[in-house]
């Protein structure tokens, strides 16, 4: 491997699986490597799978069939595959026995060894797999991020819900939490390179901190964070329902750059589904927590996963899942077919919903979902909107987009604006996947003043 070689990285799945490729770039790229422009330039693929989903992992399968050809044309391309799928031994020992060109097979929990298992890995004839149970949280790792101005940032790793049909817990460990000096250090030396707006990620961001035994949680993680100078947004996601606390939402009152988007996954609607799903709540509960969210914070937008067909689900259940939909009504969701993941205890159980059924009620589901959604954002017409300006809109590149606290795209007219700005928008119109605006008077944000400062110290 020389520092001329070129790499590319091919990711699925959430923005966790984003965020850990983004240190995978920063790794290749601290040890010489560049990007490659396309998938046929490469020295070295990484592919970092997904294994939430079945269909995730067919591409990753077709994905490893078509590089058959490219590792016959190239003998010496290296190609690794990491990520969730590789954590489960049964997928380990199919990738090595159906696709035997594959040189590394690596799990979650062992990216900061990545550079050793590359040069181990391209001198083996046999595909070499290392994975073992991840544990532990590495600091230190480099990343490379794609966006300047908006970033992921990792607040703790794996999950200890086990709910039913999830593969996640078993393939990314328990939890484990960043310590809050790390994550504010990361968030500050961000902010002095430009960003503006972070994102923190978690399986459940609400239980971050238990792991310390200290009394430090989420709510003080927020507002250590809401300190840091030249940040304007704060954003998070997911949250568990059942560990989301009133508390939460006084600390969310109070620090103002903490964003007015709560991503909540309902997951059903039906008390029995939500039961058998282990997933700690009911629908009164959920429901209760909604208006805590809305009464405290009014124009907070809300938004949600929902999955059709978990075994048992019958017509009653999915309408309570309907139902649920109509009363919290969610700026957006997204919606899933259950399908079985090997090693969950949801493969065994009875009464699995036909395939036919599940389409059916997520055609419905989608489309009175779309419904609501438009709705929700044809009623924003008329309202001023604080807007961080991302750039050119990429469908009229004379037209400018950006984001509300809430988390909805909008495209408007900009004049001398760039990216980065603050600016109010005059909402005009919505559709199902944005708001259209307008400047409202043309007056940015006051705070624009101390950021410009910051960008200057460090450009
Ligand atoms: S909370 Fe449930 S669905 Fe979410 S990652 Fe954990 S086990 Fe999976």
């Known amino acids: 491997m020389t520092g001329k070689s070129h790499y590319h990285i091919v990711t699925f799945g959430c923005q966790m699986n984003e965020s850990d490729s983004e240190r995978m770039h920063g790794i290749m790229e601290q040890l010489g490597y560049t990007a490659a422009g396309s998938i046929e330039d490469s020295d070295v693929i990484l592919i970092n799978t997904c294994s939430v989903r079945e269909t995730a992992e067919n591409k990753v399968y077709g994905l490893l069939g078509r590089l058959k050809k490219l590792k016959e044309k190239k ?7 990491g990520g969730c799928m590789t954590q489960v031994e049964s997928t380990a020992a199919h990738i090595k026995k159906r696709y035997p060109y594959v040189n590394l097979v690596f799990g979650t929990g062992i990216m900061h060894q990545l550079p050793d298992l590359l040069e181990q890995a391209a001198g083996n004839k046999k595909t070499m797999i290392i994975c073992r149970p991840p544990e532990g949280v590495y600091e230190g790792l480099p990343v490379k991020r794609e966006d300047d101005l908006k970033a992921w940032v990792p607040v703790m790793y794996g999950c200890d819900n086990f709910c039913t049909y999830c593969i996640v817990p078993h393939v990314r460990g328990r939890e484990r939490s960043r310590l809050p000096e790390d994550i504010f250090k990361e968030v500050e030396d961000l902010t002095l390179a430009g960003c503006r707006e972070v994102t923190l990620l978690g399986q ?130 997204y919606t899933f077919i259950y399908n079985k993941r090997a090693g969950t205890p949801a493969e065994n159980m009875a009464d699995q919903v036909p395939e036919d059924e599940k389409t059916r009620r997520i055609g419905s589901l989608i489309k009175r979902q779309n419904q609501i959604s438009i709705e929700k954002n044809v009623e924003e017409a008329g309202r001023i909107h604080q807007i961080l300006v991302e750039g050119p809109s990429r469908a009229d590149v004379n037209m400018l987009s950006g984001r509300t606290r809430t988390n909805k795209l909008v495209i408007f007219p900009g004049r001398a604006l760039k990216k980065g700005d603050l600016i109010d928008v005059k909402i005009i119109g919505g559709s199902l996947t944005h708001l259209k605006g307008e400047e409202s008077g043309g007056n940015k944000c006051p705070c624009v003043g101390p950021i410009a400062e910051v960008q200057h110290v460090h450009t």
Request: aromatic share 10%; charged share 20%.
């Open 75 to 81: 003998p010496g391309l290296v190609i690794g595959v």
């Open 204 to 333: 459940n961001v609400n239980s971050y901190g238990k792991d310390f035994g200290n009394g430090y949680g989420f709510g003080d993680l927020l507002a250590s964070l809401n300190n840091v100078q030249g940040l304007l947004r704060i954003r998070f996601m997911t949250s568990h329902p059942k560990d989301f606390s009133l508390g939460l939402i006084d600390t969310i009152e109070k620090n103002p750059k903490v964003c007015e988007h709560f991503h909540i996954p309902l997951q059903s609607g039906s008390d029995k589904i939500l039961k058998a799903m282990n997933r700690g709540y009911n629908r009164d509960y959920y429901l209760e927590l909604i208006s805590g969210i809305r009464n405290r914070i009014p124009g907070a937008a809300i938004t949600t996963d929902i999955m059709v067909g978990f075994p048992g689900e019958k017509e009653a259940d999915f309408a309570a899942t309907m139902d649920m939909i109509e009363r919290v009504g969610y700026d957006a969701a």
